[in-house]
């Protein structure tokens, strides 16, 4: 009677003869945000209606009919509808958990926390990590999010290989974010406004605020990704196992040089739609 699928093209869902069951048309149907429940987008549905939205990550459908009495949900689930990189980062996790390791996790540019890779175990309380996010009204959110959770340690900062003071580029709903200023003109179609603002560097960053060690490290960064991953001082940090970050807004040259910087490190990489992974089978 009711059937919902969650596909490459987005989120489908089918209904059939659901008067025969429920009287109370037009049923409502509610595409949510998967952390804070805030719904995305709602359309009603009849009989042998079907409705489609554009996008999986993250996101739950639930059903209501017109009294407002809830028939039917359908929770997102890491396993079931997460992507490669959702799937491989929650399994190795769970290797260090079934190794009676506790996870330490660093998540550097989180916009406001409802989706990306690190979110499902956050959810699930299987780590302890710090989030990291320079923009001031997706910080808010974020911490809004993750506020019950002890856990999670949120932190409105800037960070940059080495540190100091550096141009912040922000523009539109904030999924564009960053120094790197031609990513920005690039994908940003609405206003864009620059600060000046201090930065802290990546290695300070681990040594204060995560003591000097994490296993595992998430960046979103607009650009600058292979840039803090390299800027790791390696002889006070060991780097982390398990790293995600993107390379899609690298040029060629830039991605054939941190491949090689992670392959002479040991890591293997694997790369699809501009995120790419980088592990060290050892776990």
């Not at 079907?50 to 359908?74: C, H, L, Q």
């Not at 890779?117 to 808010?140: F, G, H, M, N």
């Not at 982390?240 to 910087?261: A, C, G, R, S, T």
């Amino acid at each position: 009677m009711i059937k919902v699928t969650y596909n490459t093209e987005g989120i489908r869902v089918d209904v059939g003869n659901i008067s025969k069951y429920n009287k109370n048309l037009p049923f409502k149907l509610k595409i949510k945000k998967h952390v804070s429940g805030e719904e995305q987008w709602s359309i009603d549905l009849n009989d042998y209606w079907f409705a489609t939205y554009p996008n999986t990550e993250m996101f739950d459908v639930e059903i209501t009919d017109s009294n407002g009495r809830i028939v039917y949900i359908k929770t997102w689930d890491v396993m079931e509808h997460g992507n490669h990189f959702y799937k491989s980062l929650w399994m190795y996790n769970k290797g260090l958990l079934s190794k009676g390791i506790f996870p330490k996790g660093l998540v550097i540019g989180t916009h406001d926390g409802e989706f990306g890779e690190w979110v499902p175990i956050v959810q699930k309380r299987e780590c302890s990590v710090v989030l990291i996010e320079a923009s001031d009204k997706q910080y808010e959110k974020l911490k809004n999010n993750y506020k019950n959770n002890t856990l999670v340690k949120p932190i409105q900062s800037l960070i940059t290989p080495n540190g100091g003071e550096v141009e912040f580029f922000e523009g539109g709903a904030g999924y564009t974010n960053t120094i790197v200023e031609n990513v920005i003109r690039h994908w940003e179609t609405e206003e864009i406004t620059s600060t000046k603002r201090d930065s802290i560097s990546i290695t300070d960053l681990i040594l204060t605020e995560c003591y000097g060690h994490i296993d595992w490290l998430h960046l979103d960064v607009e650009g600058l990704d292979a840039q803090l991953i390299m800027g790791i001082d390696e002889s006070k940090i060991t780097l982390p196992n398990f790293i995600i970050f993107e390379d899609y807004n690298l040029p060629q040259d830039k991605k054939d040089e941190i491949y090689e910087w992670l392959h002479h490190r040991g890591y293997q990489t694997y790369s699809e739609g501009g995120i790419c992974e980088a592990v060290k089978l050892i776990y």
